[in-house]
């Protein structure tokens, strides 16, 4: 057993060290997928949870009571209802995004969004709010006062940003779901990495496990150096 767990990890970093396009290309659709959908939710999430903590209304204590309950959505169950909604008989079937990146780009903002929205929440809750206060009163508008809470907060929103990628770029059922899993196309690492367990090819499986546990590793020490320096770098 040992020494097929060697062998399949060296036949891992040999695919990984030769640049193996098809390896490569799974990647390379994970990143760009993720990427993209956590550059569209992160601004949008932000507002929301600095309203949120900012902003007394009636109904707020619902909003928030929402958004916490749709980070324990199951991947699969937000995958589930947007295939629904992207299939031919579905409402929006006619712009044709089912099995498609597009597709899953949104099926990782709706991921995002909730876990977005309740750390950044929590991030200017911890924040007095008088740091506010005083920004307005020396004569800020809306969009500097915001901006200063922001960087007052930018640790905390940072940790938000690095969760949220770490989520949805590890996420394999809406991805499985609305993407098909096309090879070269809607194929990323976890896809690819539960079709090849399922077909007994390893060592592909192995290889893209280790890509994301560097990625993990990589986003935690940067977090760590960020919050060790006391500012962003």
Known sequence: MDDNLLTTTGQALQLLLSFDADLWNIIWVSFRVSLTAIAIATVPAI???????MVEFKGRWMVIALFNALMAVPTV???????????R????????LLFTQPAMVIGQILLSLPLLVCMSHAAFQGIDKRAWETARTL?????????????????????????????????VGC????????????????????LETSK??????????????????????????VRGKGQLV
């Open 89 to 96: 008989s579905g409402p929006f079937g006619d712009l044709h």
């Open 200 to 225: 007994g090819m390893f060592a592909q499986g192995v290889a893209l496990g280790l890509v994301l546990l560097l990625l993990a590793l990589i986003l935690n020490f940067t977090l760590a150096s």
């Open 47 to 53: 507002l929301v949870g600095f309203l949120l903590a």
């Open 77 to 87: 169950v937000v995958g589930l209802t947007l295939y629904l909604l992207l299939s």
């Open 175 to 194: 991805s499985m779901m609305v993407g098909g899993n096309i090879m070269s196309y809607t194929r990323n690492i976890p896809t690819a990495i539960a």
């Open 139 to 171: 004569g800020a508008n809306c969009c500097v006062a915001v901006w200063t809470m922001v960087c007052e907060a930018r640790f905390a929103l940072l940790a938000a940003v690095l969760a949220a990628f770490g989520r949805i770029i590890s996420e």
